[in-house]
């Protein structure tokens, strides 16, 4: 049974009563938008996407929600803002702070309209809303109450669950300053039922400055906020959640989730949401930070993949385990092969996790109606769209050996755009190609007497054919090769070199079939003398 389907079949268990009374579950899933979301945070939008999709699915009625947490202090500075322009507004929160483009209603949305588009574009929808509405219309009043009330079991579960010890003066608020309105800078100092007392404190982060100032403020309506693993327990509570999951670090003994956990039973008398914990999405083996700007953000990737491989990628592997994005290896052409695999097993009525994947790669308005059309490797495509002399239709029709279909011509323009896209951003020098027309390459004329005569033995094959097939070429080659005695290393780098300079490439059979025949065979009589 697929991963996502294992999830349901558990939710289906612990949640039993609400969904036989017909009462929607609710999923959550958050993001800070502290800068350019990079494209990890997909990872648990595609979890609680596909678990949302499922139980629609099954008929069983769900809402998505997704927040953009924007009442988080500034406390980063992204590496491509001018930090003079910006630097002033560090401590404020997000939703305060001016749109990089001026456009925007703040920084936050700035990014988030960025990363929901992301979202939407990659098939997911669940409905947005931003953690300042929360707060500001007072739907969190009560929970910030009840959070100041039972200040000392919180202070205790802090300690017992993590360790992390807090003064007995602590209390789990944080005002906006009245006079600097910054929220990452204030020290709350007393709550007396009605109002907390602060200081707006100087040196109290290093990445802030406060202004001094001090006061008593009322902690409702939008002038506070909780500290995070509070407010995660008090969201479980507001929200009404029942299913939410977060990343694996957050997961363990005495992390987030377990504080926050402890903190819904034992403060607010809520039942924590089932949770799914997963692995990170790491690029290039890295974790990213947004605030940083480290890492390849989700609209990066989004651009470089159609949503169908996006969400491959995304849903390819059980949350327990690692994805590793490396778009400058050979990530997308693996993702499009894996495609291509799973496409034949549900074509062909397989019933196990892969055809099932397949099937989920799709959006759900497509799945009833998908088509089996011709996929053409994506390395071949991303070769062919280098090659100008190249028709990539006509070699498309030659590999299906039928004509195309529109679906065919569908997938095959789909293909040649994300060829092009990868090629021209992050594809590697050795998926980089370039016909070498003009001259001789230099390495060639260093190759040894049996790699000569071996290329020899190439143009004595093909001079008397009068077109070349790409499949009987390619068995001439391992024919020519073993009767030479050539190592198949130097063989086949040897004719690489001849015609691309490089020591690879592509299927060398297809690859000397589609040149033109006098260029090739002009260039195997200069390169074997």
């Known amino acids: 049974m697929f991963w996502a389907d294992k999830i349901v079949e558990k939710i289906k268990i612990e949640h039993k009563d609400k969904i036989q009374a017909k009462e929607p579950l609710v999923i959550r899933d958050e993001k800070t938008s502290s800068g350019r979301v990079h494209v990890g945070s997909m990872r648990g939008v595609a979890v609680h996407g596909v678990v949302s999709e499922i139980l629609y699915e099954e008929e069983i009625a769900n809402t998505f929600l997704y927040e953009i ?61 931003y953690s300042s509405d929360l707060y500001i219309s007072g739907k969190m009043n009560e929970v910030i109450q009840q959070a100041l009330e039972n200040a000392d079991t919180i202070r205790k579960i802090y300690k017992k669950v993590s360790g992390s010890d807090k003064p007995d003066d602590w209390l789990p608020i944080s005002v906006v300053c009245e006079e600097c309105g910054k929220i990452g800078t204030t020290k709350a100092t007393s709550f007396d039922g009605e109002k907390v007392s602060y200081i707006c404190e100087k040196d109290m982060v290093s990445w802030a400055k406060g202004c001094g100032q001090s006061g008593s403020i009322s902690p409702y309506n939008g002038n506070a906020k909780l500290p995070w693993k509070v407010e995660w327990a008090a969201k479980f509570k507001v929200v009404k959640v029942d299913i939410e999951g977060g990343g694996k670090d957050h997961s363990t003994k005495g992390g987030a989730r377990d504080v926050a956990n402890h903190i819904a039973r034992e403060v607010f008398d809520y039942q924590p949401p089932f949770d799914i914990p997963y692995e990170f999405f790491l690029v290039g083996g890295k974790k990213m930070s947004s605030s940083k700007g480290s890492g390849s953000s989700a609209y990066e990737i989004g651009q470089l993949l159609p949503p169908t491989i996006f969400r491959l990628a995304l849903l390819g592997k059980n949350p327990k385990q690692t994805i590793d994005f490396i778009p400058d290896g050979d990530t997308i052409p693996t993702l499009f092969d894996r495609y291509d695999t799973i496409a034949q097993k549900y074509f062909e009525n397989v019933d196990d996790d892969d055809a099932r994947l397949f099937s989920l790669t799709h959006l759900p308005h497509e799945r009833a109606s998908l088509v089996e059309r011709f996929l053409p490797r994506f390395s071949l495509i991303s070769f062919i769209a280098q090659m100008p002399h190249m028709d990539a239709y006509e070699e498309v029709i030659k590999m299906k050996g039928d004509v195309l279909t529109d679906e065919d011509t569908t997938e095959l323009r789909l293909r040649l755009d994300y060829a092009q896209r990868w090629l021209d951003t992050y594809a590697p020098e050795n998926f980089k190609y370039e016909l070498q027309t ?80 006098a260029f090739l065979e002009r260039r195997l009589d200069d390169v074997s003398q």
């Open 69 to 129: 947490n924007d009442f988080d202090p500034m406390d980063g500075m992204p590496s491509y803002l001018d930090e003079k322009e910006f630097g002033k507004y560090m401590g404020q929160p997000l939703c305060t702070v001016p749109s990089p483009d001026g456009k925007a209603k703040n920084f936050a949305e700035y990014y988030a309209d960025e990363y929901k588009k992301v979202i939407e574009e990659t098939g997911f929808t669940p409905e947005f809303y």
């Open 438 to 517: 003009d001259t001789v390459p230099e390495r060639a004329l260093t190759f040894s007497d049996t790699q000569k005569s071996a290329l020899r033995d190439v143009l004595e094959y093909t001079q008397p054919q009068k077109t070349l097939d790409g499949q009987e070429l390619h068995s001439k080659l391992h024919e020519i090769r073993a009767e030479a005695e050539i190592e198949p290393k130097d063989f086949f780098t040897a004719l690489y070199i001849t015609f691309l300079d490089k020591e690879s490439g592509p299927k060398a059979g297809w690859f000397l079939s589609v040149l033109d025949k």
